[in-house]
């Protein structure tokens, strides 16, 4: 079985796959190389987490997930950005996640980058989320 931060991604992925827009170009990576015509896709990864012990062993786990949209258009490249951070957003609100029975998962800054020295704009949209899980200290693959 896997660390927790691990299967943390794959429930994002799997939970963000067949949005409309994006389809099935969600990624557990923090970098692909997007083939021309393969835009718009999300990057699932982890970041930074902080454990708090509790009483008995059992860890509370605060995980950083970003979760990055990459498009490109020939204009307004803000509105389309906008328009899959909802759907992501709506997909990751409608939890639980599956394998995660006691979690909490809030949305913590909205960061947008554009890029208009090419023919077409080219943005990246990054949703930085918390997820708060519990563990045993001694089996950091179960989440609680």
Known sequence: MSHVRQQVRTAFVDRLQGLPITGTNVFDAR???IAAGAAPA???YT???ELT???GDVAQRAIAVTVSIIAQALDDIDALLDTISMHVEYAISSLPL???PSQLVSLQSVETEVDTSGDQLAGTMTLNYLMN???QTNAPEIAL
């Open 53 to 55: 012990y509790t009483v």
């Open 42 to 44: 999300i990057l699932v």
């Open 133 to 135: 899980i519990f563990t």
């Open 47 to 49: 970041n930074n987490e």
């Open 98 to 100: 599956v394998g995660f």
């Open 31 to 33: 970098r692909r190389p």
